[in-house]
């Protein structure tokens, strides 16, 4: 069995590199000349082939070696980029990644037996019949090139150029013949006539005594002639011929250091390496230094509510409430995460997905850089992958149907994130069939979810909610991707628990548009403290709109339910010791003409919550229920206040719906 601290490490950075591979697969079959792309998976396969090999995991070096050999070839211009290459690549990406998977399920073990058909195989043979068109050919400047130059020689060339001079690398064939020594010294004379030989790689000194075959002269070159002059000159020489020639900037031979070093300066999935000064962190330790912070902050809130008197005490709280309010911020910024993260596996699963189903799309993301609490963006892969899913096999129609609709044959789907005053907002969207909201009330009375009187009270919005009901699918018929009626519920839920909502807007026809608001943070947030029937509770603040101070007369009555105008906008309004009747909770039984009201909301929906007293609005720790009381009713999770008593939260959502 390994090591497990040095098994840790090869999971997180193989999966690092297994990220950058997918991604720059993807980059390469949209931008086959894209030569960072083909550098940065090049540079992953090598190490990851590298880290395999030094962790004795035979098969996976195997198969990493095929993928760096192919990928090698690639960078040396003497492959093309086919969809065949493409497929062939992603094939092998998908067995390294099983490959990684089996030997963490198996503690660091490589199973000894790995089927790789006949994968191997064909990369092996994916070459000859493959080559770069005009690879072969000496003024291809894709032609491979092994004469470099350190940083310290890139320094000194640019020392060295004068003003007009013009830098070339060149390579020169000797011919198969005798005298092979003097043709290649033939050469150095020629170019001492042109220029300036700056570095070769075979010394001029030591060409004379050379003992073995001298093929190919490689030089770093400065001369005045122009490009097609120079070129003119060395055409004549005999028993010797150009094979490259190449005008070189200055300014190259820093993106070539920048390219060779992995500090690449565009920013995107695939430059997950660049050098920097950060530390993997166990999750585990990052959640345990949360829950002191939050410990930390509750003991300084009882510190407040002692009410000690004028002392050096109070001197100190002050200071003690802004390094808490510091240590919060810095240790909540370690939990974020961009969501790029997340997103990175979604390009690869919708390119698979089109071309299974035989339909062009365009996929677009956007707001990678958005960051979000890291537990909430481990939880919401699986809910956008079934939102993404849907959208390719019910959202976007075949190309002959989207034809004869007047719409362009490439479908489209977006994915988005942004952030929204406290909330993250992650959007889907197509520009597909849309959703039949009169079909969807149809199921729903079908199954009977509701019956048809009550469902013509509803507006779209409301009949389109069914959509997340257990069991109701409006597919015509049922696919290995989805139809079956399961998932959207999930969807759902788990944005639920994430104290996230969910909202859909569709037009049918156009196309439709899922959006998950979610929290910035699940551990501590700002809450307004209030009181029902004699105990305290806590509301979260990104749901209140407002509070107020009302006359009981200006109460109205719509369809026999209480509410009360504001802003020309009737709000319906909820008694809280009402809604806590059944947990044993008494409402207040003096009369008073003034009532205390919080209105509250969620998604485009608020009502007003009639409440006891406004206290105060306090930054809480929210703690979680557990198992055993999980699942009370507009109950979200607890906090402990300053006296040390508990306060239970109320859960916005239930309380709304």
Not at 13 to 39: F, H, K, R, S
Not at 632 to 657: E, F, K, N, P, Y
Request: charged share 30%; proline share 2%; hydrophobic share 40%.
């Amino acid at each position: 069995m390994q090591d497990n601290g040095y098994l840790d490490l090869f999971f997180a950075e193989a999966n690092e590199y297994i990220e950058v591979l997918n991604n720059g697969i993807l980059t390469l079959e949209n931008q086959p000349d894209d030569e960072d792309a083909i550098a940065a998976v090049f540079r992953a396969a090598h190490s990851l082939k590298g880290m395999a090999a030094a962790m004795g995991f035979a098969n996976l070096t195997e198969l990493t070696h095929q993928m760096e050999n192919k990928l090698e070839e690639l960078r040396a211009g003497k492959l093309v980029v086919t969809t065949e290459l493409i497929d062939l690549l992603f094939a092998a990406l998908d067995n390294v990644q099983l490959l990684v998977k089996q030997i963490k399920e198996n503690e660091g073990e490589e199973p000894a037996e790995f089927n790789f058909g006949d994968l191997i195989v064909k990369l092996s043979a994916y070459s000859e019949n493959h080559e770069k068109e005009g690879s072969s050919q000496k003024q291809d400047s894709s032609t491979e090139k092994s004469l470099t130059l350190s940083s310290e020689e890139e320094k000194e060339l640019a020392v060295e150029k004068k003003a007009k001079e013009k830098i070339y690398q060149l390579g020169v064939s000797i011919a198969e013949a005798d005298f092979a020594n003097v043709r290649a010294f033939m050469v150095f004379k020629k170019l001492e006539e042109l220029g300036r030989v700056f570095k070769s790689n075979i010394a001029k000194a030591e060409v004379e005594d050379y003992e073995e075959d001298i093929d190919e002269l490689e030089f770093y070159f400065l001369s005045w002639l122009e490009k097609a002059e120079f070129e003119a000159e060395l055409e004549a020489l005999s028993n010797a011929s150009l094979n490259y020639l190449q005008e070189v900037k200055l300014q190259d031979f820093q993106s070539s250091s920048e390219r060779e070093s992995g500090e690449l300066k565009k920013t995107n999935a695939l430059n997950s390496f660049q050098s920097n000064s950060t530390v993997r962190i166990d999750i585990a330790k990052l959640d345990k230094l949360i829950n002191m912070v939050g410990e930390l902050l509750i003991n300084k809130t009882r510190l407040q509510s002692l009410n000690i008197g004028k002392s050096k005490f109070n001197e100190i709280i002050p200071q003690l409430d802004r390094l808490t309010m510091e240590l919060h911020h810095i240790v909540m910024q370690i939990r974020m995460v961009p969501v790029g993260v997340m997103f990175s596996r979604f390009p690869r699963m919708l390119r698979d997905l089109s071309n299974d189903m035989g339909k062009d799309i365009d996929f677009i993301m956007s707001g990678q850089e958005t960051e979000l609490d890291r537990s909430i963006i481990d939880e919401l892969a699986d809910p956008l992958t079934h939102l993404l899913r849907n959208a390719v096999d019910h959202g976007i129609e075949a190309a002959e149907i989207r034809k004869e609709k007047g719409k362009t044959e490439q479908g489209k789907i977006e994915l988005k994130a942004y952030q929204k005053g406290s909330e993250i907002i992650i959007e889907v969207v197509d520009d597909g069939a849309g959703i039949d909201a009169d079909n969807i009330a149809a199921k729903a009375v079908e199954k009977g979810i509701i019956s048809q009187e009550e469902v013509e009270q509803l507006d779209k919005r409301e009949i389109l909610d069914f959509v997340f009901h257990p069991g109701l699918s409006t597919a015509s018929k049922v696919t290995n991707v989805s139809g079956r009626g399961v998932g959207m519920d999930i969807v759902r839920n788990t944005v639920k628990k994430l104290d996230g909502q969910i909202s859909i807007e569709s037009e049918l026809g156009k196309g439709s548009r899922f959006t998950i608001s979610l929290p910035l943070t699940l551990a501590i947030t700002q809450a307004l403290m209030i009181k029902i029937a004699g105990d305290v509770f806590a509301i979260p603040i990104n749901a209140v709109s407002e509070t107020l101070t009302m006359e009981t007369k200006n109460i109205k009555q719509l369809r026999g339910k209480d509410c009360i105008v504001l802003r020309e906008q009737t709000i319906p309004l909820v008694s809280a010791a009402e809604i806590f009747a059944e947990e044993d909770f008494e409402a207040p039984k003096e009369e008073t003409d003034k009532l205390s009201v919080v209105i509250i909301k969620n998604a485009d929906r608020q009502i007003g919550l009639i409440v006891d007293q406004l206290l105060n609005q306090q930054e809480i720790v929210i703690k979680s229920l557990g198992n055993y009381l999980q699942d009370i009713d507009c109950i979200s999770g607890a906090t402990i206040i300053g006296d040390g008593d508990v306060a239970l939260i109320l859960d916005v959502r239930d309380i709304i719906a």
